[in-house]
């Protein structure tokens, strides 16, 4: 008579030559997921850039359509930045989440890590701001006179500089 636990047991168990193949799947497939996950942090950090450009034509845009100013404040320290009425200092909304344009890459789970270098600069200040006519100037409402910029920087990816030119404020990302 066969011992039925015995016959069960050998069923559960492994062998070596089994577990051996298992690490070594295991290995593989580790091997062709870590670059990806380098790709999904390189794109993440490509939307930041995306939505920063597309966050300052908006101001502009707002700029124009309502005959206000509008200020895109950066603060480097804290990595954020927003986009604020410049006479009352209230945020603009969003047009797709219809929150405060603030946008914090400190706190915000999509682009956390994303840092905003110190050397923002529109005319000397780290603030653009856009008149009625859509002009950039500079946080004391002088026309800006030389491009200027914002720095992003994640890990060890190049990092991204917006650029905004005097007069026309074409927005370039680079």
């Known amino acids: 008579m066969i011992n039925s636990h015995a016959i069960r047991s050998k069923k559960l168990a492994l062998s070596l030559v089994e577990l051996v193949m298992v690490m070594v799947i295991i290995g593989i497939l580790a091997v062709v997921a870590i670059p990806r996950v380098e790709v999904f942090y390189n794109i993440k950090f490509h939307a930041a850039a995306k939505k920063l450009v597309s966050d300052i034509r908006y101001a502009q845009n707002i700029a124009i359509s309502k005959h206000v ?3 895109v404040a950066f603060t ?3 990595d954020s930045y927003s986009v604020i009425y410049t006479a009352n200092s209230t945020s603009l909304r969003d047009p797709f989440t219809h929150s405060s344009m603030v946008t914090d890459y400190r706190t915000d ?3 956390a890590g994303i840092d905003i270098l110190a050397n923002v ?3 000397g200040t780290p603030s653009l701001r856009f008149d009625w006519q859509g002009i950039p100037e500079d946080a004391n409402g002088n026309n800006i006179t030389v491009t ?4 992003l920087r994640y890990h060890d ?3 991204i500089t917006i650029s905004v030119t005097p007069q ?5 990302a680079r």
């Open 69 to 71: 100013n509008i200020t």
């Open 76 to 78: 480097p320290a804290s």
């Open 109 to 111: 789970a999509q682009y």
């Open 121 to 123: 600069s529109f005319g």
């Open 148 to 151: 200027g910029n914002v720095v």
């Open 157 to 159: 990816f190049d990092d």
């Open 168 to 172: 026309t404020a074409r927005i370039t």
